[in-house]
C-alpha cells in the first residue's frame, strides 16, 4: 500500500506545509493516540523535541490531538531521539515522539514514533495510523480529556543511562574533547556527560536559537570541528546531528572519521572482548567494500540491508546482533540502545581510545576504503529512475564496473533526492560513472 505521510523514518516536511502542518500534527496526536489506546490502565504519550523554532508549534499541536483521544502527556523538552526512545520504555508509556528532521535544515521538521518498547513502529502500525488520520477521530468524553505535564528531571535520566555505556573501570581523565552538538537536541547532554566522564570538554553548537540547528555545524558540516580540534590540540572530536542519533569523529590531526570506520573499531573490540553476538555486524548497501574486506579478515561477517536505521535495527532483531550502524554515522548498539545514539557510540569509541593510549589517528584508520563517490540529483517530481535512458545509463556504468566495484542509485526517503553511488578500485572510473548518471537523471527529470 502506497504511504501517505509516513516515509523511511517517521512524518517529515518543510513546515508549514503539508504534512508538516499543526493540523496534521494533531490528528497524528490523534490517530496514534487511539491506535495505542489498548487496555483500562491510564495511558501515555511522551513527547520530545530538538531545538528547532517549529518545535513548540508541533509539540502542542500534538499534545492537543493525544488529551483530546483521553493519552496523559509526557513532554520531556529538547532531548536526543535515543533519549526519547529510552525514556519511553523506562517511564513504560504506551507510545513516544520524536518532533524533528534531524540533520535536515531547520525550516524541516518531522514526527518520529517510538511504541512501548522504545523501538520505532511497524510498518503495520503506521499504516492503521494513516488510515485513521484520513478518518473520524474517537474523541474522549469531557471528562476523561487527558493532561500534559512537564519532567524536569528527564535530562537526568538520560545522561545516567548513556553513563552507564561507559565502562566501570575507565575514565575520560586527561582526555581533551571537542563536541559539536550541531545546536541541536544534544547540546545540554552531550557536554555534560563527557564532563562527568573526567574529560576536558570543548563545546560547539551548543547555542541553539531556533533556526541555527545543522547550520555549519555538526555532523553534516564538520569543518568548525574540524579547526577547533586542530587549534586547541584535542585529542578527538565528536560531532552529533540535529536529534544526536548520528555520530561523526574527527581525529587529532583533523581528519573527518566516518560511520564505516566507527563500526570497524567497535566492531573488532567487541569480538576481542568476547561481547559481539552473532559474529556479524549490520550494514547497509551504502557502507564501504574496505569495512566488508576489514571485518571478513577478522572473521566476522557483514550483513547488508536498505538505506534507513530502521531496516538496520529490524535485521540487528531478526538476526540477533548487537552492532550495526550506516555509513553515515547512525550507530546501533543493541545491548545499550534501541536506535541510533551518537553519543553511546562516542563512549564506546572513547574507551577504546583510552584504553589503547594510541592517538585518533591511528586507532580510528581501522582499514584503507576503497574510492567511493555519492552525488544528489534534485527533482521536482515523476519518475526518473524509470526513463529508458538512464536504465541504459546505469546499465553501461555497471558493465564498466564489472566485478571490482558495484552501484547503489535510489530515491532519498527523506527528500526530493536521488542519490548516486558509485565505488571500485578505479578512483577515475567511478567518478565517470557516478556523472554520467547524475547527468542522465537531470536530462530525464
Known sequence: MARKYFGTDGIRGRTNERPMTAEIAMKVGQAA???????????RALIGKDTRLSGYMMESALTAGFTSVGMDVVLVGPM??????????????????????????FADNGIKLFGPDGYKLSDDDELKIEAAIEGT?????????????????????????VKSSFPEHLRLAGLRVVVDCANGAAYQVAPAALWELGAEVIPLGVAPNGTNINERCGSTDPSALQAKVVETRADIGIALDGDADRLIVVDDKGQIVDGDQLMALIASAAARDGTLKGDGVVATIMSNLG????????????????????????????????????????IVLADHA?????????????????????????????????????????????????????????AAAEQELGGTGRLVIRKSGTEPLIRVMAEGEDEALVGQVVDRICEAVRKAA
Request: net charge positive; proline share 6%.
Open 33 to 43: 493516540g487511539a491506535h495505542f489506546h489498548r487496555g483500562k490502565h491510564r495511558h
Open 80 to 105: 536526543p531521539t535515543p533519549a526519547v526512545a529510552m525514556l519511553t520504555r523506562s517511564m513504560r508509556a504506551d507510545l513516544g515522539v520524536m518532533i524533528s528532521a534531524s540533520h535536515n535544515p
Open 137 to 161: 477521530p474517537q474523541l474522549a468524553t469531557s471528562e476523561c480529556i487527558g493532561r500534559a505535564r512537564r519532567v524536569a528531571d528527564a535530562q537526568g535520566r538520560y545522561v545516567h543511562a
Open 338 to 394: 534501541t536506535t541510533g545514539d551518537g553519543l553511546i557510540a562516542a563512549l564506546q569509541v572513547l574507551a577504546e581510545l583510552v584504553q589503547s593510549g594510541q592517538p585518533a589517528h591511528r586507532l580510528l584508520k581501522q582499514f584503507d576504503p576503497l574510492p567511493q563517490l555519492l552525488k544528489n540529483v534534485r527533482f521536482a517530481g515523476g519518475q526518473p529512475l524509470d526513463d529508458d535512458k538512464v536504465k541504459a545509463t546505469i
Open 291 to 330: 569495512l566488508e574486506r576489514f571485518l571478513w579478515g577478522q572473521g566476522i561477517a557483514l550483513h547488508r540491508t536498505p538505506v534507513g536505521d530502521r531496516h538496520v535495527v529490524e535485521a540487528m532483531r531478526a538476526g540477533g546482533y548487537n552492532v550495526g550502524g550506516e555509513q553515515s554515522g547512525h
